[in-house]
C-alpha cells in the first residue's frame, strides 16, 4: 500500500519545520508559475487560465502519487509546444473543440503514462538516447521561441516548423506594431539581464546569495507587474497592443474530455510520444535533485504519479503537463522538503485562479511570449553536435537528424525519427563485430589482441575473441568470417572462440555456430570454446551442440592455450 | 570488371567437359521447371505462360550477373503467394491491370534489389531471424496449400487468410465437381507417392540412386501428361473440370510494368518485403550449395544478379522471381558445372513456350493445384515451434508471432511483425544486463561469478563484470543497479568494472560514467576499470572521462585484484 501511495510513508513523519519550509519554497515557486503558467498556456495555443488550471490538480494528484520530493509538475515548453503541434493538426487554434482536444491529449497521455506504470515499460523511455534528448530539446527551442517573435512584433504569423514560422514572420513584417515591438523587446532584454546580470550586482551590493536568487526569480512578476501598468496607463491596448483580456475568476472548473474513438485513434501516436517525453523530462530532474539528498525514484511509481496528473489535467481545464527542470530547481533550492510543498504551491495558485485574474486583464501577450522567450533559449544548446561529433559519429548523426528533422518536419517527426535511426544505428554496429585475434601477454593469464600487444601466440591454434553477443543480425558475419579466415591458412588445427564478450546465443546463431562446426570438421579444424558465461553455457546444454562439438569447452582462454599448443 | 560480371570469370575457361554436364543438368531441370512454373503463375493469379515467361530471361540475366553456379532462378511458390496477396489488395485477379500491375512489382523489385547490391544493404537481410523465416515459411507454407485445396474440388473459394480461405471452401462445398475432385484428389496422392514410395520402390528393384532420383523428378511431368490425355479423351472439360485453354505459342513478349507514381507508392512495401525474403530464401540456398564444392557466394553481387533478374522479368512478361530451393538443388545433383546450365535451361523453357503450349489445352487445373501441393507441404515444420520454446522464448515468441499472424493477417503483416519482434525482443535483453560479481578461481588468475564458482573476493573491492555493451538502452539501469549495489554496502572503499564484454560505450552510456563516477566519489568509493578492450578504450580517450576517473584502468582483472586487495 505505502508503495503505491509513497504520501503514507512521508506523511506519517510530517512535521512542523518540514511544513516551515514546505511553506517558503511554495511560495516563491507560486511567484515563479504565475507567469510561467500563463505563458505556457498561450504557447500551447490555449486561453492563459487553462494554464493555472493545468498547475493545480495535477500538482496536488502527484503529491499523492509521486515519489520525488522537489518536482514540480505542470506546463512545461517543450510539452505546450508539442500539444500545439498535435492540435493545430488536428482542429484549428482557438476553436471550441481545440480546448476539449487538449483535454483529451492529457487524459489519453495520462492513460498511457499509468499503463506503463502498471505494466511496468518504463524502461521504454531509454530508447530515447541522451544526445536524442538534447537535440530534441534544443531545436524544440529553437521553434519555441521563434513561434513567440510574432507576439513580440505584435503581428500574426503561423507555421508547423521553423522555415514556415520564418517565411510567415517576414511576410507579416510589414504590419509591426512598434509600440508592441519595443514593450516586447525591452521586456525581454530585461530578463535576459535578470538572468545573467542582476544576480551579480545584487551580490556585489552586498545582499546574500539566496535573497539574490529570490530577486532574480522574482524578475518575471516585476516584468509582468511594470508592463501591465504600461498598458493600462497609457491605454496602449487601443494602440493595437494585445493584451490577455477577461479571464474568469474561478477554480478549476470540472471539465470532460472527449473520449469518442475517433478523435482518440487521431491523438494516440502525439499521445504516446508526449508521454514518453515528457516522462523522460521528468524522471531526469527527479533524479537529479534526489541524489543530492540520497533519495530514491521509483521510475514506476514516478509514471503512475504523472499518469494521475495529466488524468487530472483533463478533468480540470488544463492540457498535458510533466515535472519541469527550472520550477522543480527553484522548488528544491528554496528549501522543499516533502512534497506538502506541492500542494501548497496548488493552493497558491488556486488563490490566484480565483482571485488575481482581473488583474491580468491589461498584461500585454509580448510579456509572456518574452518570458517563454528567455526560458527557452536557456534550453537551446548545439554544443551535443560538436560533443558527438568527437566521441561517436552514430551519436553524431542521430542528433544531427533529431535537430534538423525537428526544425523542418515538426517535433513528432524529429524524435521518431532521432529514436529509430540510434536504434537502427546500434543495431548495425552489432551486424559487424569486431574480432580480435588474441595471444597470451607474457608472465600473466591474459589474452589480447595480436595488432594491439605483443603477445605469444602458435601457429596451429587460431584463437580468436568476437566482441559482440551472436544472435541473428551477426550469425551470417560470423560465418562468412571464419570460413575466410581459416580456408587461407592451412597450418590452422584448432579455432578457439573466446566467449568473454559473448552475452547471448540465440537460436539463429545456435544453428550457425552448428555450420561452423561441421565445415570447420570438414576443413579437418577442430572447434573449441573458452569462457563461456553461465548464462549462455545454460541456454547452449539445453541443445545438442555441446555434445557434437569437434573440440572442448575451456573454463578460460589459458587453460586452452595450454592444452593445445 | 570481373567482379560485377562473374561471367567473364568462370566463361574464360568453359570447356566441354563443362558443357556436357551443363545440357544434362538443363534437360532434367527444363522438364522438372514447365508443370513448376504453370502452377506457380496459376498461384500468383496470372496465366500459365507468365510461369514460363518469369524462367526465361531471368535466368540469362542471373547467368550473367549472380555468383551461385548452381543457383536455378524464377517464379517460387512463397513470392507467388505474395505477388498474389499484394495484387489481390490492388486489383481483381484476372483483370487486364492485375498482369501490368506484376510487372511493376517485378521492376520495383528488381530495382531495389539492384540498390540493395550497389550501396551493400545486403546486411539488412540478415534482421530475418532463422526462426521468423522457418515460421514465416510453414505458415505460407499452410495457406498456399489450403489456397490450392477450391482447384482439386473445382468450386470457387477465396481469402487473404486462413480463415477466411477455409470458410469460403466450406461455403462453396455444394458446388463441388466430383469429376475434378477425383481427378485432383488421385494426382495429390500419386504425387505424394512419387516423393515418398517410389524411390525406394525403383532402388528395390535394382535401379541405380542416380535413375531413381531421376525418375522422382518426372513424376510431375507424367502426371500432367496422363491427366492432360484424361480430360481430352473423356471430354472432361465439357463436364465442368476447369482446363488451362488457349496458351499463345510465342518467345517472351516485350512487356512495359506501369511505373507511375500511384501504382510505385502503392507497391513499393509490398515489394521492398518480396525483394528482402526473396533475397533471403536465395541466398541460403545459393552459400549451403556454394559451401558442398568450397565456392564463395558474394551476397551484394548476388543482389545485383538477382536485381537483374527480376528487371528482366518485368520487361518480358513475368512476374517477381528468386532462386528456388528445390529447382537449385536438382541443378546440383544433376551435375550443373556453371551457370551456363541456368542458360541452356532457358533455352528449353522458350522452346516449351513456342511449341508445347498447345498440347496443354487440355491440362487441368487440378493437376497443377496437386503439384503445388505436394511442393509446399514439403516446406511446413512445426517443429520449429518446440526448438524454440526448448532454447529460448524469445525466439519462441518471434517464430509464434509469425506464425499466427501470417496465418490470420497474410503474408506481409505476419513476416514485418515477425521482425520487428525478434529486434524489440532482442534489444529488450540488452535493457537489463545480466552483472555478475566475479572473484578469482583459485590457482588461476581467471575471475568468475562469485554465484556459480567458488572464487576468492575481499569485502573492500567489489569486481563487477556487466555482460552487455553499455548504450544508451541500459545507461540508466547501470546507474540504479551501482547505485542500489554500492549504498548499502559500507565495507566497499573499491568498484571495479570488468569490461571484457563491454563492446561499446556511446555517448550516453559515458555521460552515465560520469555520473557514477562523481556519485560514488560522494559515498567515498573509487571506481576502477579493467580489460577494456582496444577499441573501446581508443573511443574513451576522445573524452576527458578517463582523466576525472577517481580509480585507476588495469589491463587485466588479476592486475586490478591484486593492487586493490
Known amino acids: 500500500m505505502q508503495k503505491y501511495l509513497p504520501i503514507l510513508t512521508w506523511g506519517r513523519h510530517y512535521n512542523k519545520a518540514a511544513f516551515s519550509s514546505d511553506i517558503i519554497a511554495a511560495l516563491i515557486v507560486t511567484i515563479m508559475l504565475i507567469p510561467q503558467s500563463l505563458a505556457y498556456a498561450l504557447l500551447a495555443g490555449l486561453p492563459p487560465q487553462a494554464g493555472l488550471y493545468a498547475s493545480i490538480a495535477p500538482i496536488i494528484l502527484y503529491t499523492i502519487f509521486g515519489t520525488s520530493r522537489a518536482l514540480a509538475v505542470g506546463p512545461v515548453a517543450v510539452i505546450s509546444l508539442m500539444t500545439a503541434a498535435t492540435l493545430g493538426n488536428i482542429v484549428e487554434q482557438g476553436a471550441m473543440g481545440y480546448a476539449i482536444a487538449a483535454l483529451t491529449l492529457a487524459f489519453l497521455s495520462g492513460v498511457i503514462l499509468l499503463a506503463m506504470g502498471v505494466f511496468k515499460l ?19 527551442g529553437v521553434i519555441i521561441a521563434t513561434s513567440q517573435l510574432k507576439n513580440i512584433f505584435g503581428v500574426d504569423a503561423s507555421g508547423h516548423n521553423l522555415l514556415e514560422l520564418v517565411v510567415s514572420l517576414f511576410e507579416h513584417l510589414g504590419e509591426i506594431n512598434w509600440i508592441t515591438f519595443v514593450l516586447g523587446a525591452s521586456t525581454t532584454a530585461f530578463l535576459f539581464w535578470v538572468r545573467k546580470g542582476m544576480k551579480p550586482m545584487l551580490r ?56 469518442s474513438m475517433n478523435l482518440m485513434t487521431l491523438l494516440f501516436v502525439p499521445a504516446l510520444l508526449i508521454s514518453i517525453i515528457g516522462f523522460v523530462e521528468s524522471i531526469s530532474v527527479a533524479q537529479t535533485l534526489a541524489a543530492k539528498k540520497r533519495q530514491r525514484i521509483d521510475p514506476n511509481q514516478e509514471l503512475i504519479g504523472l499518469g494521475a496528473a495529466n488524468v487530472g489535467a483533463a478533468f480540470t481545464g488544463g492540457f498535458p503537463v510533466t515535472g519541469g527542470f527550472s520550477r522543480s530547481v527553484v522548488n528544491f533550492d528554496a528549501g522543499a522538503e516533502t512534497p506538502a510543498a506541492g500542494a501548497f504551491t496548488a493552493v497558491g495558485l488556486a488563490i490566484a485562479a480565483l482571485a488575481l ?49 525537428t526544425l523542418g518536419m515538426g517535433v513528432e517527426v524529429g524524435v521518431t525519427a532521432g529514436v529509430i535511426l540510434s536504434i537502427f544505428l546500434h543495431l548495425h554496429k552489432t551486424t559487424k563485430p569486431h574480432i580480435a585475434e588474441v595471444g597470451l601477454v607474457p608472465n600473466t593469464q591474459h589474452f589480447r589482441n595480436t595488432l594491439r600487444h605483443d603477445v605469444q601466440t602458435v601457429p596451429h591454434v587460431l584463437s580468436l575473441r568476437i566482441d559482440e553477443s551472436l544472435y541473428f543480425a551477426n550469425a551470417k558475419f560470423l560465418e562468412d568470417y571464419l570460413y575466410d579466415r581459416v580456408a587461407g591458412d592451412t597450418p590452422i588445427k584448432h579455432v578457439v572462440l573466446m566467449g568473454s564478450a559473448i552475452n547471448e546465443v540465440d537460436l539463429s546463431a545456435l544453428e550457425s555456430l552448428e555450420a561452423i562446426n561441421e565445415r570447420l570438421d570438414a576443413m579437418g579444424v577442430k572447434l573449441h570454446f573458452s569462457e563461456i558465461k553461465g548464462p549462455v553455457m545454460d541456454r547452449l546444454k539445453r541443445e545438442h551442440f555441446l555434445d557434437d562439438l569437434t573440440g572442448q569447452v575451456f573454463l578460460c582462454q589459458y587453460d586452452a592455450y595450454v592444452t593445445l599448443k
Do not use: C, E
Not at 538516447?129 to 530534441?136: E, L
Not at 493595437?240 to 470532460?256: A, E, F, H, N, R
Open 122 to 140: 518504463g524502461f521504454l523511455a531509454n530508447f530515447l538516447s541522451h544526445p536524442v534528448i538534447a537535440g530534441f530539446i534544443t531545436a524544440s
Open 204 to 259: 556585489a551590493r552586498g545582499l546574500t546569495a539566496g535573497a539574490a536568487d529570490v530577486a532574480t526569480k522574482a524578475g518575471p512578476v516585476l516584468a509582468v507587474v511594470v508592463t501591465t501598468l504600461v498598458v493600462w496607463a497609457f491605454d496602449l491596448s487601443a494602440k493595437g497592443v494585445k493584451i490577455v483580456g477577461d479571464v474568469p475568476q474561478s477554480l478549476p472548473p470540472l471539465t470532460m474530455p472527449d473520449v
Open 357 to 405: 485574474t482581473p488583474l491580468i486583464f491589461f498584461l500585454p501577450k509580448a510579456t509572456l511570449a518574452a518570458t517563454i522567450i528567455v526560458a527557452v533559449l536557456s534550453l537551446v544548446d548545439f554544443s551535443i553536435l560538436k560533443r558527438s561529433w568527437g566521441y561517436s559519429k552514430a551519436d553524431f548523426f542521430a542528433v544531427l537528424t533529431t535537430i534538423v528533422l
